[in-house]
């Protein structure tokens, strides 16, 4: 009877794609004497309820979280430490067990704390989840984290460092939606950053450094990347990895097609040739319903079965696949693995335009 649970789950996740990227969730470790724990807030307005005694500068780390940008993240998930906590064990455990989009630390962060931050980031995605950090000056060259620099950022008569701003820009671009990216967001509440020449900027952002720019009129983002720059050497990145809308997109399709062959095939199907054909085409589908949203390039996003796998499976297993057609190499039992390779073109948005102009 084929497989019509997987192919309900990818329509379900295709049709509600673009507004689970548009707010995504920000996870915020805090250390302070009172509220200690884990609390879900998912407006600005819970706080006097949820966490009545937390201190003012966490109070307000919270709130900067909550501005966003096109829309406001979906949730803010904090974790409250003693000040006395040794490290963020307790915390990044819990973080363990939510959907973060977004993580950031304290706003007093310690250069070690950074580091017990990035090392989770990179144990949570080689396990398979898809988390991100929000870091200052955190210069790691890695895709799944935003080294954001500024220092001296005026809101009003205040006056903030990077640490102190690294919830305002996990807000930021979790309220992004997919369909653009955070180049040039506007932050309406800052009036001024710690001045920059052109080139330094440049540099900057080329170093894969998160900034702020003023332009005499307003503070906004200068681009949209993470901390990941050095593609030398690395067949399997390229530039396009550097941007924080791609690897967002990148993460969700990752998480939806891991979600819905765990939940609706997985176990429960016979790992036959026509089944593997039959997720392959559910699949495709999810990919043409990306392609109408405007998050996929149309015609260039496929998958198949992976035939260089399957080739190594068999050889593994004794097989002798000199005589054996393509064909028989795809329709061959593969015990209970099942190899595929896809290959997606990721929309990015505009952000250079070179105008020439002839007269």
């Not at 407006?43 to 949820?50: G, L, N, P």
């Not at 966490?58 to 409250?80: H, T």
């Not at 319903?289 to 079965?305: C, D, K, M, Q, T």
Request: hydrophobic fraction near 45%.
């Amino acid at each position: 009877m084929g497989l019509p649970n997987i192919t309900i789950t990818f329509e379900a996740l295709s049709n509600t794609a673009v507004q689970r990227l548009a707010r995504g969730t920000v996870g915020l470790i805090l250390r302070d004497s009172e509220d200690n724990g884990a609390c879900v807030l998912t407006r600005a307005s819970q706080f006097h309820e949820k966490l009545p005694a937390l201190g003012e500068i966490n109070l307000e780390y919270i709130r900067r979280a909550f501005l966003g940008y096109v829309a406001a993240p979906s949730k803010v998930v904090v974790y409250v430490l003693p000040d006395d906590a040794p490290d963020f064990a307790e915390a990044l455990t819990y973080m363990a067990s939510q959907s973060i989009s977004y993580l950031a630390g304290p706003p007093e962060i310690s250069a070690g704390e950074i580091s017990e931050i990035v090392a989770w980031v990179k144990d949570m995605r080689a396990a398979g989840a898809t988390p991100k950090a929000v870091l200052p000056h955190a210069p790691v060259d890695d895709f799944a984290v935003i080294n954001y620099t500024n220092e001296g950022i005026s809101v009003g008569h205040e006056i903030y460092g990077a640490a102190e701003y690294c919830s305002r820009i996990a807000g930021l671009v979790a309220g992004t939606p997919p369909s653009i990216s955070c180049t040039y967001a506007p932050l309406p509440e800052v009036s001024g950053v710690a001045p920059m020449t052109k080139e330094d900027m440049d540099a900057a952002v080329d170093r894969g450094e998160f900034i702020l720019i003023g332009d005499g009129a307003r503070v906004k983002v200068g681009r949209g990347v993470n901390s990941f720059f050095n593609i030398v050497g690395d067949k399997t990145k390229n530039d396009s990895f550097k941007k924080i809308k791609i690897v967002e997109i990148m993460d969700m399709i990752n998480d939806d097609i891991r979600a819905a062959l765990r939940d609706t095939y997985i176990g429960r199907y016979a790992n036959s040739y026509d089944n593997k054909c039959l997720i392959l085409s559910s699949i495709n589908d999810y990919f043409l319903a990306l392609e109408r949203e405007g998050l996929l390039n149309p015609g260039h996003n496929s998958v198949w079965i992976d035939l260089e796998a399957q080739e190594a499976y068999l050889v593994a297993h004794g097989a002798d696949i000199g005589a054996m057609s393509e064909q028989d190499i795809k329709e061959a039992n593969t015990g209970s693995e099942v190899f595929l390779l896809a290959s997606v073109s990721i929309l990015d948005a505009v952000e250079n335009v070179i105008l020439r102009i002839r007269v």
